[in-house]
């Protein structure tokens, strides 16, 4: 029998992660049975669940992997870039959006994910708080409100548009709300 190379573990395991990212955000958390989830993958249960111990661990994962993908874009052009990009991607399989939502619901519901999810939820934290304090030592942010209080002012907002677009409400007209949230935090230039 050849033996499987850890590029392929590799790739298998992303192709069960992004037919998984199908299935949460079309069906949810709770919508997304095993069976759909084979649907999804084209996959049999064994083979997903070979590489993740359940559905809670696949989900975590999956989340896991876009808190990543999130703090390398905080970390390169700040957190007001993902807001753009959950504005500017469709909703569907390949957005953050879906995996967010189910996230949100599941702690504010689930004390045990809450637990699990701290740690990633840090990570956006700190990536959020260094990239504004490398701007704060570069003059780039405005120095009369502390960084810690800047980056909380960014998370809120964004977590008011991830439920602005939950809600299923226009995003037709927010690039300029964006644009004031992004002011809001910069150093005002000299006039």
């Not at 033996?3 to 958390?29: K, N, P």
């Not at 989830?37 to 064994?46: A, D, F, I, Y």
């Not at 704060?136 to 209080?149: F, H, I, K, L, Y």
């Not at 809600?167 to 910069?186: F, I």
Request: aromatic letters at 6%; hydrophobic letters at 45%.
């Amino acid at each position: 029998m050849p033996r499987v190379s850890t590029d392929q573990l590799a790739a298998r395991r992303q192709e069960i992660l992004d037919g998984a990212r199908t299935c949460f955000a079309r069906h949810g958390y709770e919508g997304a049975t095993v069976r759909r989830l084979e649907q999804s993958t084209g996959l049999s249960r064994g083979a997903i669940f070979h590489y993740f111990r359940d559905k809670d661990a696949l989900f975590l994962a999956l989340a896991e992997q876009d808190a990543e993908r999130m703090a390398d874009v905080v970390a390169a052009d700040g957190l007001v870039q993902v807001m753009r990009n959950l504005l500017h991607d469709p909703v569907d399989e390949r957005s953050w959006l879906g995996t967010r939502l189910e996230v949100s619901r599941r702690l504010r519901t689930e004390p045990e994910f809450r637990e699990r999810w701290s740690a990633h939820s840090a990570a956006l934290t700190r990536a959020t708080r260094a990239r504004l304090e490398r701007l704060a030592r570069a003059g780039s942010v405005r120095d009369d409100v502390p960084v810690p209080v800047l980056a909380q002012y960014l998370e809120l907002v964004m977590e008011g548009l991830v439920s602005h677009l939950a809600m299923g409400l226009s995003a037709d007209d927010l690039e300029p709300v964006l644009d004031l949230v992004e002011a809001a935090v910069r150093r005002p230039r000299p006039a």
